[in-house]
């Protein structure tokens, strides 16, 4: 019998040699390798079929629901102009205590609006403010706005001009900006004397305002809208009020008073109907759905290792460069046509430029990898544009019922490998 | 230390493999049924297999379970260390296996029964291989692996009987079984584009055999051994479908040993194979060995071995040299046994070398 500190040993040893397991090697193939090879397959399906587009005239997002106001100044092309409906300002301010006064007139106001983004390639960017009509609502039109915008601006701001000053402030005029760096967003706090903005009686101070947008090149630029929070117009006034016999008191109307009670923008031209194209994108935003016809072979017994969705633009996207926008493919929980449920989790998002392209490649592998693993999930995509109705741009795309351009899905797979076979 | 202490042990080692009965596995037998499994102890292994028909402890032949005096099990483990090399490469890979384990004991002073579990094919492998494809008009680069984890566990049930005071005879049945898990993975070097695929399946097996032979005491110092065994096909399923069934081979040997003094035995065997049944790419194989056992207590054991592996992709059977050495050690006024062994195996054929170090330790107790 061996002695304790050998068989000590002895036991050390084995425990040691009993979890040794390393058994990769390379291959010698054909010759010692097993029978039967992993293949990968690539092929293009014409998988697609009962597409179709929504979103005209009434969209999925319509210019006064969108987080955006656009302005765009593009000849030819599109002229936009943001519009808003600011609140009717306060009868009476406290003066003292709890003693109130009436207002009786403006001081001054500041108009607060946030370019969310801009070409800032562009030179002399301006912001050009009308004063319109107080009856502007979501049925005003860029035509029934045109006498109003045809008039003088009561105030232009060149925004690259001001930016060029220190502080971005501006103490002739008034004006002054803030500068967000992180986000690239420029807030602009435009003012306005009591002669360009006098105080109405009778419409308790309203104002309704118009803006457009110009610079030397064509451009278009986005203003927070009134949904976007925090980001909004708004506006800050200085009041006169009658300071019972002793003068005239100023007073600023409180804190988150000025919010806009209405805004939108109106365009020229308006948009494009629908046609036998898959549109996505634009004002009011459209989306299209397509239903992918998984082949059973494919999807119950073989593996997906890349899957992008081929469309061919039927018209190249207009716009500037700054139009660029992601183009979103969502599966859908429910297939109800245009009022899909979508299905927050399964998004493949592509970015598209404005620039010519000849195909629009959309990667879609988890969606197909998901669809592969739950069987029951209807096999429908919706496209649609991110954010939705913030950017003029839309794609404009062949659908399958024009055969020679049709949607193609462009799949690679892996067929089944021939497990246990010889 | 206690036999107990030494039981334990093994149980540590055994969570540490975690897989059931397996023989050390080899890249010869990838493209066919597997790697045959050694039906020995571990003290019959050491004499390169030479006393293996005689052994009871060795489900090897049926008739030698007649020597089991007390109700035994044994176990065996054995760490391997294998060196794979093909001209510009070699790739040393290490497993851990546990290829036998077994019980038995009298029924009466004539008749012993027993049952074990052995590997019969052990088809442990992962093959990994480097390839480009082209693919949307680039060649996308990619490392295919398909491996495999698993093997045929031949698990038998057998009786022998005392004839005389010559003779032993014996009989088995083996049901085959077990399963492979197999992976075919295939990473492309773009991860960004393409995702990894990864399939897998298990693949179970089916079949049956029966095995017989006799021992006989032509002197008091010498015996021989005829044996013989028939398999039959072998269905693999993967899920609810068959996909393939392979004939089994046929096994005929015969062994002899010998005993000029109490604490020296001599024992060599021969056996051989129809592997060729099984299908394209399989060959006969013969196998040999010669060994000896000098000492009782702590005996010293050596042996050598020939044989051929039944798969390969060439035109003749892949060979295999071994030598081993061993010793073991009583426990517990002989209740329990260590056996510890060092194998050394050399495997050529179509370019490809092996070079097999297995280091074997074996357990058995008698209560």
Not at chain 1, 287 to 312: G, H, K, M, N, V
Not at chain 1, 367 to 372: E, G, K
Not at chain 2, 101 to 129: E, H, I, K, M, W
Request: overall charge neutral; hydrophobic content about 40%; glycine content about 10%.
């Amino acid at each position: 019998m061996p002695r304790p500190p050998v068989r000590a040993a002895a036991l050390v040893v084995l425990i040691a040699l009993a979890c040794t397991n390393d058994i990769s090697a390379p291959g010698v193939c054909p010759q010692f390798c097993p029978l039967g090879s992993l293949t990968v397959i690539d092929t293009l399906l014409a998988a697609i079929s009962r597409d179709s587009a929504y979103g005209r005239p009434q969209g999925y997002v319509n210019p006064g629901l969108s987080l955006t106001l656009l302005a765009a100044s593009e000849p030819g092309i599109k002229d936009s102009r943001p519009i808003m409906l600011m609140p009717a300002l306060p009868t009476r301010l406290v003066l003292e205590d709890t003693t109130t006064a009436p207002v009786i007139g403006v001081d001054s106001i500041v108009l607060a609006v946030t370019i969310t983004s801009r070409d800032t390639l562009v030179t002399n960017l301006a912001l050009s403010v009308y004063a319109l009509p107080l009856s502007i609502d979501s049925t005003t039109t860029f035509t029934g706005l045109a006498p109003a915008f045809a008039a003088p601006p009561i105030r232009t701001v060149n925004v690259n001009s001001l930016l060029a000053t220190p502080a971005y402030n501006n103490p002739a005029t008034g004006d002054s900006a803030i500068l967000d760096t992180v986000y690239h967003r420029v807030t602009l706090l435009i003012n306005f004397d009591s002669a360009q903005v006098p105080y109405s009686v009778p419409d308790t101070g309203k104002l309704a305002f118009g803006i457009r947008v110009g610079a030397d090149q064509p451009t278009d630029l986005s203003l927070g809208g009134l949904l976007n929070y925090g980001l909004g117009p708004s506006i800050t006034a200085y009041l006169k009020v009658d300071s019972l016999g002793l003068g005239v008191a100023h007073r600023r109307t409180p804190l988150g008073f000025g919010t806009p009670s209405f805004n939108t923008f109106v365009f020229n031209p308006p948009p494009p109907p629908l046609d036998s194209t898959l549109v996505v994108g634009g004002v009011p935003a459209t989306r299209s759905i397509l239903r992918i016809t998984f082949p059973r072979i494919i999807r119950d017994s073989q593996q997906i290792a890349r899957a992008t969705l081929e469309l061919i633009p039927a018209v190249l996207p207009q716009g500037v460069a700054s139009d660029s926008f992601d183009l979103v493919t969502q599966a859908v929980l429910v297939d109800l046509g245009a009022k899909s449920a979508l299905d927050p989790i399964h998004v493949d998002t592509t970015r598209i430029y404005i620039t010519p392209m000849d195909t629009v490649r959309i990667e879609m592998t988890n969606l197909m990898r998901f669809w592969a693993a739950d069987t029951t999930a209807p096999t429908a995509i919706v496209l649609r544009q991110a954010p939705e109705g913030g950017n003029f741009a839309e794609l404009r795309m062949f659908a399958s019922s024009t055969t020679a351009y049709r949607p193609m899905l462009h799949l690679t797979y892996s067929p089944s490998f021939p497990f246990g076979q010889r | 230390m206690s036999a107990r202490r030494w039981s334990m042990g093994l149980v540590i080692a055994a969570m540490c493999g975690g897989g059931v009965a397996r023989a050390q596995d080899s890249q010869f037998s990838i493209a066919g049924l597997g790697t045959p499994g050694r039906l020995e102890s571990v003290r019959s292994r050491s004499t390169g297999g030479a006393f293996a028909a005689f052994d009871p402890e060795s489900p090897f032949t049926d008739a030698a379970l007649v020597d089991l005096r007390n109700a035994t099990a044994t176990a065996a483990q054995g760490a391997s260390f294998r060196d794979v090399s093909t001209p510009g490469s070699s790739t040393w890979l290490r497993t851990t296996r546990f290829p036998v384990l077994s019980l038995g004991g009298p029924l009466s002073n004539r008749l012993v029964v027993g049952v074990s579990f052995s590997t019969y094919l052990d088809q442990t492998y992962d093959a990994v291989t480097r390839d480009s494809q082209l693919l949307r008009g680039t060649m996308q680069p990619f490392n295919n692996s398909i491996s495999s984890d698993g093997g045929v566990t031949d698990v038998r049930l057998a009786a022998a009987l005392r004839i005389g005071s010559r003779l032993a005879v014996g009989l088995g049945f083996h049901d085959l079984a077990g399963s492979t898990r197999q992976n075919a993975t295939r990473i492309y070097d773009d991860t960004t584009d393409y995702v990894t695929v990864v399939q897998t399946g298990t693949v179970t097996y089916s079949g049956w055999g029966i095995s017989g032979g006799a021992i006989l005491r032509i002197l008091p110092t010498a015996a021989i051994a005829v044996f013989a065994r028939q398999d039959q096909a072998l269905h693999s399923h993967v899920g609810d479908s068959l996909v393939a069934t392979n004939n089994l081979p046929a096994t005929y040997g015969g062994a002899l040993m010998l005993t000029p003094e109490p604490t020296l035995r001599i024992a060599g065997s021969v056996d051989w194979q129809s592997w060729s049944r099984t299908g394209a790419g399989a060959f006969n194989t013969m196998a040999w060995s010669a060994g000896l056992e000098i000492g009782r207590t702590t005996p010293l054991r050596i042996g050598v071995r020939g044989d051929q592996l039944p798969f390969g992709p060439g035109t003749s059977a892949p060979t295999e040299t071994g030598v081993a050495v061993g010793t073991s050690t009583t426990l517990a006024k002989g209740h329990g046994v260590i056996d510890v062994g060092l194998e050394r195996l050399s495997r050529s054929g179509s370019g490809l070398q092996e070079e097999v170090w297995t280091l074997l330790v074996g357990v058995t107790v008698r209560p």
